[in-house]
């Protein structure tokens, strides 16, 4: 199972290098600082703008989303966690643990996202995996399971190392996939928190790093991240209608600007438009040795795009499929697929199914077909001759 998660994300990845031309899919495009950029719509996936987004840069503290996914999807939030001394002395940014405080899961995850603390996430680590080692292997296999290939993680918390790395492409599939998730969304969007002990005193309190949150007012998450050689970094993402847009720009020279230039960007210049609707027709593909000679076919699921508004004829449908598929066909057999694009650039795939049963040629209908051709080839012959 592992090894066909590998290898379709790979190929997935490769497709994607192959056909995702990094440049604008409108006119107009974001003046943006950072050395590697990408903006994509949480829904579709579709990337609407990129700059470098495939260039292996260090991650800083942008790390930490992952790290908090990968605590939150554990279920054990709830759990008390005893902090060691290689913990409490986690170099960096912290939420200030002591050694032998006992804290929940749940304040070590708020005090990575929001307090962005190197020593939450060294705790966090040590609980789940034994130590930072042990869980950068679990953060690698889940990066894999979320198609990001170009990544590879040593540590739970950003700090530099030379085999440490990702990309902005990367960072956009990890937090597009922790923002469906509720308690992550939550807590990246939150500006200010107070943690309690179990009496309810207050113990903590908490202002997140993401300066986003009171910058831009559709801003909801997610995470900063600074090293000198990382530079500026920002995950963030907001919503604006029913339309949400994660951005990410790794060393920028104002990550804020940044941001706020790419979303303004993606609100204004696209529109969403439905572009395939499960169980509507597509058209009719022809058979082989079939009943009938056409088959109906029809879309196996929804697919929404963002189209540029300065072009709206920008999107082009290819279409894949078995020459001439072979009878016998059952109703919702997936005979094809029908991939879109926006101004070259891949923006989505869908299958496409039989609307209906198509029955092989019996024999006698095999035997009355091929004495037609013969007899029609021998007497066009004959009359050539």
């Known amino acids: 199972m592992a090894k066909r998660l590998i290898a379709s994300t790979i190929v997935l990845t490769i497709f994607y290098l192959m056909i995702f031309e990094p440049a604008v899919m409108a006119q107009g495009k974001p003046n943006i600082t950072a050395d590697a950029a990408i903006l994509m719509d949480l829904k579709t996936g579709q990337v609407l703008y990129a700059k470098n987004p495939f260039k292996k840069r260090p991650p800083a503290s942008t790390t930490k989303v992952l790290t908090a996914l990968i605590a939150i999807e554990s279920g054990k939030s709830n759990q008390k966690i005893k902090v060691s001394r290689q913990a409490a002395y986690t170099e960096g940014s912290s939420m200030h643990l002591k050694v032998g405080e006992i804290v929940s899961l749940s304040d070590l995850i708020y005090g990575a996202l929001m307090r962005s603390g190197n020593d939450a996430c060294e705790a966090i680590a040590e609980y789940l995996a034994g130590s930072q080692e042990q869980f950068a292997l679990l953060m690698n296999v889940k990066a894999l399971s979320l198609g990001a290939v170009n990544s590879h993680f040593v540590n739970p918390h950003g700090l530099p190392d ?69 530079g500026q970094c920002l995950i963030s993402s907001a919503t604006k209608g029913n339309r949400q847009l994660v951005a990410v720009v790794l060393h920028s020279g104002n990550r804020w600007r940044d ?24 058209g009719k593909l022809q058979v082989q040795n079939g009943e009938q000679i056409k088959v109906p076919v029809s879309y196996g699921s929804d697919l929404g795009l963002l189209i540029p508004l300065d072009k709206p004829d920008a999107v082009e449908k290819r279409l894949i499929y078995d020459s001439y598929p072979a009878a016998p066909i059952k109703k919702g057999q997936i ?28 024999l006698w209908t095999r035997i009355q077909e091929w004495f037609y051709l013969t007899v029609k080839s021998f007497w066009g012959t004959l009359f050539l001759n």
């Open 259 to 282: 941001s706020i230039e790419l979303f303004e960007f993606g609100f204004n210049r696209f529109e969403y438009s439905q572009v395939a609707v499960a169980g509507a027709e597509f």
């Open 162 to 230: 030379d085999k440490h790395y990702t990309c902005a492409y990367d960072l956009a599939l990890i937090a597009r996939h922790a923002l469906t998730n509720p308690i992550f969304s939550n807590i990246v969007s939150t500006r200010n928190k107070m943690l309690t002990d179990t009496e309810g005193e207050a113990v903590r309190r908490f202002s997140n790093t993401n300066k986003l949150l009171w910058k831009y007012l559709w801003a909801d998450g997610v995470k900063t991240g600074t090293t000198n050689k990382a």
């Open 335 to 362: 005979i094809g697929s029908v991939s879109y694009f926006v101004n070259g650039n891949f923006a989505g795939r869908v299958s496409l199914k039989a609307a209906q049963d198509v029955d092989e040629k019996g």
